[in-house]
């Protein structure tokens, strides 16, 4: 399929859209009425930092909702305010963020179904409004909708879009793309459609794997079995491995990206030689802004003395885990949470490991004074964090009084 080709032929039709529907200042008010925080205003213009009583909050100075999701969220908002009775889907969650999806829920947006690891597409009918994701969405699920006949509203972020040029540039050269992410990731998914030939890599340690094949040979169906899940359909390591690309889902740790775009460059180097390396190897900066200015405030945040770290946002979310992941290599006490739920009591807070698994941790909070580093991944509201703030501030309190 050429996949450019439907793309442009897409963007052309009446059926899609990706810009508002002149309804902007309207939702502005409403987004700011609803994710928008005083409190966290209020940190910002002090720099940052917050002292009530013996508790003590150092927040980064990037955080939260970014430019792309911002945009996808006021989008999905105008969308049902300019299509105020038609029926409307998402085809998977807007952002990463469990208020924000169940609050488009209430606004009756009805979110497509996974039936035995596939996407249920059944129940949409011609005319229906169907909303992709800021994540993006795979090129047979764009065509599956435009030959339905719905109504296309693609929120899709422009830095996902970048990584998509990118790919179809390796495709073009006939070089294989090797995407640094998780191949069950919804933006990964999406990029590969894009691909020609394609080998998903998680990180540096699989990356590694791949150079030493490169440049030493190995067992075939090892590799084939290692990758099984992550690479083109005829994948041949033998043959698909001499030219290749760098992409990425945009957030992953920008430093592993860099990472493993400098191995392979090398790889490439050492194999073919300096004055071929161009025909064998191709590199785009396809890092987004927001998770690098996250991550590298980050690093400025671990760097206070902190007795604690709260890495709020959505479990699923790949640039909040990567937050949690400084936190953890800094040696810092750190919760992953997404809701203030999460923080049973001043004694219990329930939180997500790196692993992915779900634990209760007892006498999380100090009861003498604390220094607490906040940060939040790039789907998480101001509100969500101002409540988790509150709450801790009020269950220090409560240590205080016993």
């Known amino acids: 399929m050429d996949?450019?080709?439907?793309?442009?032929?897409?963007?052309h039709s009446e059926n899609y859209h990706r810009k508002g529907f002149g309804h902007q200042a309207e939702v502005a008010n409403q987004l700011e009425s609803e994710y928008q925080s005083d409190l966290?205003?209020?940190?910002r213009d002090n720099n940052y930092t917050l002292t009530r009583g013996n508790v003590t909050i150092h927040l980064a100075q990037s955080f939260g909702f970014c430019?792309?999701?911002?945009?996808?969220?006021?989008?999905?908002?105008?969308t049902r305010k300019h299509f105020p009775t038609e029926k409307i889907w998402i085809t998977n969650e807007i952002i990463h963020n469990p208020s924000v999806n169940q609050?488009?829920?209430?606004?009756?947006?009805?979110?497509?179904?996974?039936?035995?690891?596939n996407k249920d597409f059944s129940v949409v009918e011609s005319g229906d409004v169907v909303i992709l994701p800021a994540f993006g969405a795979s090129v047979q699920e764009m065509q599956l909708l435009n030959d339905k006949g719905c109504t296309i509203v693609d929120t899709t972020c422009p830095w996902v879009s970048k990584v998509w040029n990118t790919v179809e540039k390796h495709k073009k050269r006939e070089c294989t793309s090797i995407i640094h992410g998780k191949y069950k990731h919804e933006e990964t998914v999406a990029t590969s459609s894009f691909a020609g030939k394609y080998l998903i890599v998680l990180n540096l340690q699989e990356a590694e794997y791949v150079t030493n094949y490169i440049l030493h040979g190995g067992d075939r169906e090892e590799f084939l079995t290692k990758f099984s899940k992550a690479c083109s359909t005829g994948f041949d390591p033998d043959r698909d491995l001499?030219?290749?690309g760098i992409a990425n889902q945009t957030t992953m740790l920008k430093s592993e990206t860099e990472q493993i775009g400098k191995l392979f460059?090398?790889?490439?180097?050492?194999?073919?030689?300096?004055?071929?390396?161009?025909d064998h190897f191709q590199s785009f900066n396809t890092i987004c802004d927001a998770t690098q200015e996250r991550q590298d405030a980050m690093f400025e945040l671990v760097d206070k003395d902190l007795d604690l770290m709260l890495v709020i946002g959505g479990f699923n979310s790949s640039n909040t885990s990567h937050l949690q992941e400084i936190a953890e290599e800094y040696k810092i006490p750190s919760y992953h949470i997404d809701c203030v739920e999460r923080i049973k009591s001043a004694t219990h807070i329930e939180h997500r490991q790196l692993d992915g698994?779900?634990?209760?941790?007892?006498?999380?909070?100090?009861?003498?004074?604390?220094i607490v580093g906040v940060t939040s991944g790039a789907s998480t509201p101001d509100k969500v964090v101002e409540d988790i703030i509150e709450q801790l501030f009020a269950f220090k309190a409560t240590i205080a009084v016993v």
């Not at 966290?40 to 940190?43: D, P, S, T, Y």
């Not at 430019?67 to 105008?78: D, N, P, S, T």
């Open 103 to 117: 609050r488009l829920r209430e606004m009756e947006v009805e979110f497509i179904q996974v039936q035995n690891g």
């Open 3 to 11: 996949t450019k080709a439907f793309k442009r032929s897409l963007h």
């Open 67 to 78: 430019w792309g999701v911002e945009r996808a969220v006021a989008m999905a908002y105008e």
């Open 242 to 244: 001499e030219r290749v």
């Open 265 to 278: 460059e090398r790889t490439m180097m050492q194999k073919y030689g300096p004055a071929n390396l161009n």
């Open 357 to 370: 698994s779900l634990t209760m941790t007892e006498n999380w909070l100090p009861d003498s004074k604390v």
């Open 40 to 43: 966290i205003q209020q940190i």
